[in-house]
């Protein structure tokens, strides 16, 4: 592989990671040198991500490499994370493990932990009623650090999220702190919550 496709791919598993921590899920990115020592992203648990940047995937081939992996570092079910330029983030996984995730998803009454929901389908649409993707994914957000939390804005989503502060695992790993999301559109249409975001507003104005 050239360097221009390392550097490709390597920037790809980064974006991929940035997309997966700001969907609230504490992944790490394995680094461009490890030479295949640790997965390319960590942390989905029963998940071992195979992550490919290309223009043209051979996907049974990359499905393969996958499956070679997960058993070799048994992290879990073998899944390859891909797009193209200007297209959106993609997941193939083998059918017989894909069914019961499904399955234990259904199974579940109720998601006590909103900020990793991973098998909710709820799509936003635009002003056409079209679906548009997940906005972490195609909208970089303002951020700002408070060193005690994470405040990432989407203004073309119409999203707020707060997150705590990164922390670092006992293996050096940065992982994403628990992250609560504002839909704006909800908040403008609910009067008393406007009052609480105006008052918060002059209450840090006059801090």
Not at 5 to 14: D, I, L, P, V, Y
Not at 117 to 138: A, I, L
Request: glycine letters at 8%; one cysteine or more.
């Amino acid at each position: 592989m050239g360097l221009k496709s390392q550097k490709k791919g390597a920037a790809g598993e980064r974006e991929l990671a940035d997309c997966l921590r700001r969907a609230g899920y504490p992944v790490s990115w394995g680094g461009n040198k490890t030479y295949g020592a640790v997965p390319d992203v960590s942390g989905l648990t029963g998940i071992h991500v195979e992550v490919k940047r290309r223009e043209r995937l051979n996907i049974t081939e990359a499905m393969e490499q996958a499956e070679r992996d997960a058993d070799r570092f048994r992290d879990g079910a073998p899944a390859v994370f891909h797009r193209k330029n200007k297209s959106p983030w993609l997941v193939t996984m083998r059918l017989s493990d894909w069914l019961p995730l499904y399955a234990s998803a259904l199974a579940q009454d109720q998601d006590h932990d909103a900020h990793a929901r991973f098998f909710t389908y709820n799509p936003t649409t635009d002003e056409k009623g079209d679906t548009m993707e997940n906005f972490w994914e195609t909208e970089k957000p303002m951020t700002a650090d408070t060193g005690k939390n994470v405040i990432e804005f989407f203004p073309d989503a119409g999203k707020l999220s707060i997150s705590k502060p990164n922390w670092t695992d006992k293996e050096g790993n940065e992982k994403r702190g628990k992250t609560v999301l504002l839909d704006l559109a909800a908040v403008a249409s609910t009067p008393a919550a406007v009052t609480i975001l105006e008052t918060v507003l002059k209450t840090v104005k006059g801090a």
